[in-house]
């Protein structure tokens, strides 16, 4: 097998509160293959962008590392310097947030901030860059590329800014992208489009992916394999089918119950599950699901379950629903 | 108006701007003005819920705020029974929420409002709203900054029955929350559904929900109805071609079929519609009729379409 893209073992953050730390990330332990398409999924608060946050060194106080490396195509990150991180970041590693915002300067143009960040990370002249930034706003499926690139953030749409910070992320060729809840702002119909795109750019460019979503639809459509998220730790990890179509940990099928949807025979069913996730400084001793959970015995209150490597399908649990076996 | 319609709508639309500023008739311009709602018609009846479906700025918001009288229609009618009592719940749960007051008295204020209760029974009453919620009545003295989105929207809920509504309206009522929060609120929901026999207007645009909550589906694009039949007809056999795709558009949990299906092209400048059929620039059966004709919404045997033509859209178009 070949070397992951992303290796993360045993990340741990915390947050500092009146000189107490609280967890915030426990653990977090999972690799990403080249060309792979990593799905975490979780609830608000779980700690999925905050991995992500993690991997690319931009945690700031109160939040902070306390364990774990962090290699990435078999270079340690965690061991990096401030400044070698900055060159990580943008060039290897690409990121697209929620709020296309967050990633665009409001005051400069479109194609200055495209040419400035291949031009800080590849040997282009000025002209080149201008070509590519053309070809990158062609390819992002943006109407009219020499208006664009004119153009400053505020005066395009919303679906319009995220392509280019879809641009953005991938411009400079990076190893990694991290896309955090890409389509979460959007329409319906735009995110199916932008879904659409994210899917070519990663089948023609090969980068590897970190998806981060609340979207159980998306991780279906998107994702080879998944790791969930819940309270700060991953309490399961599978590739996308067998995830979806036999989970191992109850907090999984209970998330896949709470979400509507028809049945098999057309009846739309919604269960929800009992309670709400512990939030930080809050988790109890043990399972942290397992005040909300219908299975759980006296261990399940006492001790925590370890992600358990059961070869690929793999969850925290110590009485986890039995996977049917798919002939 | 029947005695079984809680709510009539008639051609009713909203047109925002239109007015010529003073550079405009200086310069003789013509103003440009925005139809955020375009002559919907349909009628709400006791008992029911009827959903409304459509993307954002579609006019969804602007037709519920209408219906709960906070917007006045600048065409068209909206005949109400005077003596109903409405009441309406909003997506935002941390901006809905006066924060300088406490619960008890958010809860409260449409029992005072309405003088539904004497006043030494509104304490009682508050605390039996707020178990029904699934808060408890101590919660009744803290302010809304304690609470997490999921149970702000309970208070919503709460303050909501409070004022003993004969019909509710609910603005994207669980599109802020987590999944498994939205499971908790639309399971309190549907219980006072059954138990209350509510009528409502659910307003959404995530279409999972409206089939799980609505009896009846009105379908928005660009400021219009384009279709409204009962719930599983909208799913099993869709008249418009925009319900279609919005149908598809949505990824499902299905990871065998991992195809994803955009609806075609971009939505049009609102303040700029296209002529004819408002969906013809994205509709892959759009002819030269459909921008040259504005099609009737249409009564059919399932419900009412805005669509010149009868079109077999049971299936999923092809990817």
Redesign the interface.
């Known amino acids: 097998m070949s070397e992951p893209v992303l290796k993360v073992r045993d990340l741990s953050v915390v947050l500092e509160r009146n000189g107490r730390d609280f967890p915030v990330l426990d653990g977090v332990t999972f690799d990403i293959a080249p060309g792979e398409v990593l799905g975490l999924v979780g609830e608000s608060g779980a700690g999925k962008s905050m991995t992500g946050i993690a991997i690319i060194d931009l945690l700031v106080p109160p939040l902070r590392r306390t364990s774990g490396t962090i290699a990435l195509s078999g270079e340690r990150l965690d061991q990096l310097s401030a400044k070698r991180m900055r060159r990580v970041r943008g060039k290897r590693i690409g990121f697209v947030f929620q709020d296309p915002m967050t990633s665009l300067n409001p005051v400069l143009s479109i194609g200055r901030q495209l040419t400035d960040t291949m031009r800080r990370h590849l040997p282009l002249t000025r002209g080149e860059a201008r070509e590519r930034a053309i070809a990158w706003l062609t390819r992002v499926g943006l109407a009219n590329p020499p208006r664009v690139f004119a153009a400053a953030p505020h005066e395009l749409s919303g679906g319009q800014r995220q392509r280019i910070v879809i641009a953005l992320a991938l411009c400079a060729e990076p190893d990694l992208l991290i896309a955090d809840e890409p389509t979460t702002a959007l329409d319906v119909s735009v995110q199916a489009h932008m879904l659409t795109l994210l899917r070519e750019l990663h089948e023609e460019t090969g980068t590897a992916m970190m998806l981060i979503t609340h979207d159980l639809g998306v991780i279906a459509k998107m994702a080879d394999r998944v790791a969930v998220f819940y309270a700060g730790r991953v309490i399961e990890t599978a590739p996308t089918g067998r995830l979806i179509g036999a989970p191992l940990h109850p907090y999984t099928a209970g998330l896949m119950q709470a979400t509507p949807a028809p049945d098999a025979d057309g009846a739309m069913r919604v269960r929800a599950i009992p309670g709400a996730m512990p939030g930080i400084g809050a988790l109890p001793p043990g399972c942290a699901f397992h005040p909300r959970c219908e299975r759980a015995q006296a261990i399940c209150r006492e001790e925590r379950p370890p992600l358990a490597d059961a070869g690929g399908h793999d969850a925290a649990c110590y009485f986890p629903l039995v996977e049917e076996v798919v002939s | 108006m029947s005695l079984d319609d809680v709510l009539i709508l008639n051609a009713v639309s909203k047109a925002y701007g239109g007015r010529a500023s003073m550079i405009e008739k200086a310069f003789g311009r013509r103003p440009k003005g925005l139809q955020a709602v375009r002559e919907v018609s349909f009628t709400i009846r006791k008992g029911e819920v009827m959903g409304l479906v459509g ?2 700025g579609c006019g969804k918001s602007t037709i519920a705020r209408m219906a709960a009288g906070l917007l006045a229609p600048t065409g068209g009618e909206i005949g109400r029974n005077a003596a109903m009592r409405e009441q309406m719940i909003f997506q935002d749960p941390f901006s809905s929420l006066n924060p300088r007051w406490r619960v008890r008295d958010i809860v409260a204020e449409p029992i005072r409002t309405h003088r539904l209760r004497p006043k030494k029974a509104i304490d009682e009453r508050v605390a039996e709203l707020l178990r029904q919620v699934g808060l408890s009545p101590e919660d009744g003295a803290k302010f809304p900054q304690a609470f ?1 989105g ?1 149970q702000r929207q309970r208070i919503s809920i709460a303050r909501a029955l409070a004022g003993e509504p004969d019909f509710l309206i609910l603005d994207e009522p669980t599109s802020a929350l ?7 609120i ?2 309190l929901l549907r219980g006072f559904q059954a138990e209350l026999h509510l009528t409502s207007l659910f307003i959404t ?1 995530n ?3 409206v ?2 909550m609505a009896d009846r589906i009105g379908v928005v694009y660009l400021g219009e109805l384009v279709e409204l039949a009962p719930t ?1 007809t909208i ?1 099993h056999r869709p008249r418009h071609p925009y319900t279609r ?2 149908i598809d ?8 079929d ?6 075609p092209g ?2 049009p400048d609102p303040s700029d519609p296209p002529s004819g059929c408002v969906f013809r620039t994205r509709c892959p059966f759009a002819n030269e009729r459909c921008a040259a004709e504005r099609p009737e919404l249409r009564t059919v045997e399932t419900g009412q379409v805005r669509c010149h033509y009868d079109l077999d859209l049971s299936q999923r178009a092809a990817a």
């Open positions: 993307e954002s997490s999921g987590d999944v498994s929060v939205q499971a908790q639309l399971d645009h279409l999972p929900v089939r799980l599983e799913f795709l919005l558009a949505a990824p499902d949990l299905d990871a065998t991992r195809s994803l299906h955009p609806i971009d939505l």
